[in-house]
């Protein structure tokens, strides 16, 4: 079955950029839309962006000026980058795929957490 | 401040009922038919256990059900188990401008 796994830096240092990659195994990334989820420490889930394999976007308009998402279709890879990162990006961040036809996050990596720190 | 209304925590004891609110507006839950609900259990992802207002994917139980009136979605869990003890996350479809917007979290307890 499909499974997602999060990779990247669990340290960022503020002002800097958040670089984290979402590979997906057992499955194509071909034909679905592919997602990006936080969630601060003991707090609730905020969607971030999502990016469809052929390259069409769309952002969470409080963080649109600073999210960038990209696909890497040939390693089966879609990879999220947020700059000028402070505390308050501190979070758990969640790749998810979107269901077919839906609004709706099917499947969801384990989560990894990305502290914001000097 | 969560675009969506959940209340913070709900309870009930094993066997029962419970049902969780989901308020938000005309621009969102109103409108769209794309209510989701998610499951959370401590240091876990969110399992989705309700698609589309009432659509349950597979795997989930049927105790598990979703309905919608006007702007307030609903969850109810029917037959409560020791293992539904659980954050639960609604998500509604918001328009192209900010497209899913999550409620807060209501953290079941079963007693």
């Known amino acids: 079955q499909v499974q997602l796994q999060e990779s990247g830096p669990g340290l960022v240092k503020p002002s800097e950029t958040l670089s984290l990659t979402c590979t997906v195994s057992?499955?194509?990334?071909?034909?679905?839309?592919w997602s990006w989820v936080r969630q601060p420490p003991g707090k609730g889930l905020e969607w971030i962006a999502y990016t469809y394999y052929s390259g069409g976007t769309n952002y969470n308009r409080s963080l649109k000026s600073r999210v960038t998402l990209s696909l890497d279709t040939s390693n089966n890879q879609f990879s999220l980058r947020l700059s000028s990162v402070t505390a308050a990006d501190t979070a758990v961040y969640f790749c998810?795929?979107?269901?077919?036809?839906?609004?709706?996050?099917?499947?969801w990596g384990q989560g990894t957490l990305v502290t914001v720190s000097s | 401040q969560s675009a969506l209304t959940q209340p913070p925590s709900a309870s009930g004891s094993p066997g029962q009922s419970v049902t969780i609110s989901c308020t938000g507006t005309?621009?969102?839950?109103?409108?769209?038919?794309?209510v989701s609900w998610y499951q959370q259990h401590p240091g876990k992802a969110p399992k989705l256990m309700i698609y589309?207002?009432?659509k349950r994917p597979s795997g989930v139980p049927d105790r598990f059900s979703g309905s919608k009136s006007v702007n307030t979605a609903s969850l109810t869990v029917s037959g409560l188990q020791a293992d539904d003890e659980a954050d639960y996350y609604c998500t509604s479809h918001a328009g192209t401008d900010n497209w899913v917007v999550f409620g807060g979290g209501t953290k079941l307890t079963v007693l």
């Open positions: 005309s621009s969102d839950v109103g409108t769209y038919n794309f």
């Open positions: 057992g499955g194509s990334i071909s034909g679905y839309f």
């Open positions: 589309e207002v009432s």
């Open positions: 998810a795929r979107i269901i077919s036809g839906g609004a709706a996050f099917d499947i």
